[in-house]
């Protein structure tokens, strides 16, 4: 089993950033793809951004250019930084782990608010 802790969620104005942690602990052998997920009140979750075990990315288009994943194989540990941010990013963002090279998620974190303010 693989444990998933995010962190760094809260309340921002728009065109302000926030940085979210996700820390894997357990079986972290068996995690191959990394990402973030969000699910916003009423709708259904939608993949943000992944990033493989060898630091291959994928973002999605309305987050472009104003999100970065990156990754610390070394810590267990994924990052979503978030730039100008916008009152449609308000959401819950869901860490998420695979063990394959894709981004269909094997184990989820609890998830972290986040709110953004016009």
């Known amino acids: 089993q693989v444990q998933l802790v995010e962190s760094g969620g809260g309340l921002v104005q728009a065109g302000g950033s926030l940085r979210l942690s996700c820390v894997a602990s357990?079986?972290?052998?068996?995690?191959?793809?990394m990402g973030w997920y969000r699910q916003a009140a009423g709708k259904q979750r939608e993949l943000v951004a992944g990033i493989t075990s060898s630091l291959s990315t994928h973002v999605v288009d309305s987050v472009k250019g104003r999100f970065t994943i990156s990754r610390d194989n070394a810590k267990n540990t994924v990052y979503l930084q978030m730039n100008s941010l916008k009152p449609e990013d308000t959401a819950v963002y869901y860490c998420?782990?695979?063990?394959?090279?894709?981004?269909?998620?094997?184990?989820w974190g609890q998830g972290t608010q986040v709110t953004v303010s016009s």
């Open positions: 357990g079986s972290i052998f068996s995690i191959n793809a």
């Open positions: 998420f782990a695979s063990r394959w090279g894709t981004w269909g998620a094997d184990y």
